[in-house]
């Protein structure tokens, strides 16, 4: 029976003989193009490039740094933190910008799938920089270990946050299967607050079809399932840390409401807290 909170993953069977392009009036010819389109624009947002990573995963973060990581108040770390997931976000959205049919979305709904999705697949995207080998994250030009972030005072959320991505490595994804699932993690159609729901089901549909035609042509159609899983765990990360992100607003109200970086109201700020004028 279809779990109601993983439809995102409907299993859309794969039947080579249905025409996807008859089912999906998209300017692209096929299926294959529109992969191509969301596997280029994953590789032109995707900040970091593997290769890169590869290179520098043993540049490790010496004693002093790490000192004076942990040495950092709670909010001082979190605002360090801020800033760097914000970066991170901005590449997700220009990521979403070259999805095929979300810019045909109205502002509103854009908005309202960025600001409930973009945080999902940034953690999707965190797991490929990830050294499994020596249980390290790339943060700040280096990789580092779950102690760097002992001052954010949420050791629970990034032992959440390492054990997911330990868990994305495990299916060892290609970029283009990442890519795909980005984009389906992000066009959900069950998002709240959109305006017509009925045309963002479309777009998901379209990157539902392209995700299991890469997994057919993989062979790897078992993963489906698994990332299936990974989306439950990926929506109940994103309300840890929404719960933490509440804890600290209310802790140290000035960094939240005025230091944060201004993508922080655009994305996550509820709408009562959203300025006068800026309603999307
Ligand atoms: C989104 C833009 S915004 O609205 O302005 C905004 C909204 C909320 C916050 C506060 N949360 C926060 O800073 N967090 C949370 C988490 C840990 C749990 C979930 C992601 C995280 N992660 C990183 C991070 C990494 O950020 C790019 N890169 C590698 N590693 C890590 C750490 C292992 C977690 C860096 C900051 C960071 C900040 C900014």
């Not at 914000?86 to 979305?105: C, D, N, S, W």
């Not at 995207?125 to 943060?139: A, D, G, I, Q, Y």
Request: glycine share 4%; with cysteine; net charge neutral.
């Amino acid at each position: 029976s279809r779990q109601p909170t993983h439809d995102l993953m409907a299993i859309h069977p794969y039947n080579p003989l249905e025409d996807p392009y008859s089912l999906y009036p998209h300017s692209l010819r096929n299926i294959d193009e529109l992969c191509a389109s969301i596997v280029r624009s994953h590789r032109e947002t995707s900040q970091y490039r593997v290769e890169e990573l590869h290179a520098l995963r043993w540049k490790l973060f010496n004693r002093e740094e790490i000192q004076a990581y942990q040495s950092k108040s709670v909010d001082e770390m979190w605002q360090h933190c801020a800033i760097r997931l914000t970066e991170a976000v901005q590449y997700v959205v220009e990521f979403a910008k070259h999805i095929p049919g979300f810019r045909m979305l109205s502002q509103n709904d854009q908005i309202a799938l960025l600001k409930t999705g973009s945080m999902e697949v940034v953690l999707v995207r965190m797991s490929r920089l990830f050294n499994t080998e020596n249980n390290t994250v790339f943060f700040d030009g280096k990789f580092a270990g779950t102690e760097v972030f002992k001052s954010l005072a949420c050791g629970d959320l990034i032992t959440a946050v390492f054990d997911f991505a330990h868990g994305m490595c495990a299916l060892k994804l290609t970029e283009q299967q990442i890519a795909l699932f980005s984009a389906l993690v992000l066009i959900n159609a069950d998002r709240p607050c959109l305006e017509d729901k009925g045309r963002v089901q479309r777009v998901q549909r379209s990157v539902e079809f392209g995700l299991t035609h890469i997994l057919h042509r993989d062979n790897q159609e078992s993963l489906m399932h698994k990332l299936y899983q990974r989306v439950a765990v990926l929506r109940s990360l994103c309300s840890l840390h929404m719960e933490k992100l509440r804890w600290f607003s209310q802790r140290y109200p000035l960094t939240a409401h005025s230091l944060f970086p201004p993508l922080y109201k655009e994305l996550f700020a509820s709408e009562a807290e959203l300025l006068p004028g800026t309603n999307h």
